[in-house]
């Protein structure tokens, strides 16, 4: 038994804050390594064989591969800007650029 991640399918969904499916897809991995299989996580490419970036086929070395990409996860989570306009601690938030918005009442022709 063998399950293949290509690299992009599991770094997208990171990026997007995917976390349930990275938990699915982490759930079938450690499935197939408890009966004898191996996880394989490539990148793919269109003209070119796919690059293997890594093998597994034990648990304790799965687990220890989504130790590191929890912590990379929550590191860039850190370091990652404020939405522009959001309220700090929950406060009111501060309007970006022009809305177009005048304040007072509308002229009158």
């Not at 991640?5 to 770094?11: E, V």
């Not at 390594?33 to 793919?44: C, L, N």
Request: hydrophobic letters at 35%; glycine letters at 10%; zero cysteines.
């Amino acid at each position: 038994m063998k399950l293949t991640l290509t690299s992009d399918q599991y770094d997208d969904t990171l990026a997007l804050g995917g976390s349930q499916i990275t938990t699915g897809l982490l759930d079938i991995a450690h499935y197939v390594i408890q009966r004898g299989g191996r996880v394989i996580v490539q990148t793919e490419f269109i003209n070119a064989p796919p690059n293997i970036r890594r093998v597994f086929s034990s648990v304790q070395d799965l687990r220890e591969w989504q130790a590191e990409i929890a912590r990379v996860t929550e590191r860039a989570q850190q370091q990652r800007p404020a939405e522009p306009g959001a309220a700090p601690n929950g406060g009111p938030a501060t309007p970006v650029g022009n809305s177009g918005v005048t304040e007072g009442p509308a002229p009158v022709s």
